[in-house]
């Protein structure tokens, strides 16, 4: 598909467990972004990646969470020794390059990724 | 820092209603301004959107002036439907060299038919 692919779509795990999200974003778009959407919550920014530059890293919440974007491309989260409070829905998002015209600012994102911790 | 505050988190007006959701946001830059909509099950997508002070977006019946005077981005329309049901969230891009979005918390809007 042309979209943002996000899997899995669901995942329950327990706590203290690691887990890996995993994001394709749309081919050609250098910038990607995570966001977590708690229940009643609104996006909660976690970390953005542009091209070869260092991440911005700003939003993770703690170190147990982080992040890599390999080639460019597919990005994976990761969050380790899992708690409840973790339990969120994780989006993930393209958009082009900031700065190239005819760019809007417009992010496109996927279905995310739905994580409970028991 | 740079934030969004929504301060309905949910709305229930009828179908045929007129509607305002309001969003004021806060930062030191000049920042790009943004609605985006959220189905049930779907991630979030761009609704309007307005680049500069005095822009206004407008999509689908809904439109939102960008004032920088008052910092705000309040989403309107005149006449909502059904349909319209789903979760709006304003957002700012706090300059031209970042693509990172942020967001406010959200309204739902509820339409009773």
């Known amino acids: 598909g042309a979209g943002v692919s996000q899997s899995p779509s669901n995942k329950v795990t327990e706590k203290g467990k690691d887990v890996e999200l995993r994001c394709d974003p749309i081919?050609?778009?250098?910038?990607l972004y995570w966001y977590r959407q708690s229940l009643g919550q609104g996006l909660e920014f976690l970390i953005y990646?542009?091209?070869?530059?260092?991440?911005?890293k700003s939003g993770l919440p703690s170190d147990r969470f982080s992040a890599e974007r390999t080639g460019g491309s597919v990005s994976t989260l990761t969050i380790q020794r899992t708690q409840q409070e973790d339990s969120a829905v994780y989006l993930c998002?393209?958009?082009?390059?900031?700065?190239?015209?005819?760019?809007?600012?417009?992010?496109?994102f996927g279905e995310g990724s739905r994580l409970t911790v028991l | 820092g740079d934030s969004v505050v929504q301060t309905e988190g949910q709305v229930l007006p009828s179908e045929g209603d007129s509607l305002i959701v309001n969003c004021s946001y806060e930062t030191t830059q000049y920042p790009s301004l943004f609605w985006y909509v959220q189905y049930p099950g779907e991630g979030p997508q761009l609704h309007l959107k307005a680049m500069k002070a005095n822009d206004k977006g407008r999509n689908k019946g809904f439109e939102a002036m960008y004032r920088k005077e008052t910092t705000s981005f309040h989403l309107e329309k005149d006449s909502v439907q059904e349909s319209d049901s789903a979760v709006y969230f304003c957002a700012l891009r706090p300059s031209s060299n970042t693509g990172k979005l942020i967001f406010g918390q959200g309204t739902t809007l509820q339409v009773k038919p």
């Open positions: 998002a393209s958009s082009e390059r900031p700065g190239n015209l005819p760019n809007t600012g417009e992010l496109f």
């Open positions: 990646f542009q091209g070869n530059s260092a991440p911005d």
């Open positions: 081919s050609g778009h250098t910038a």
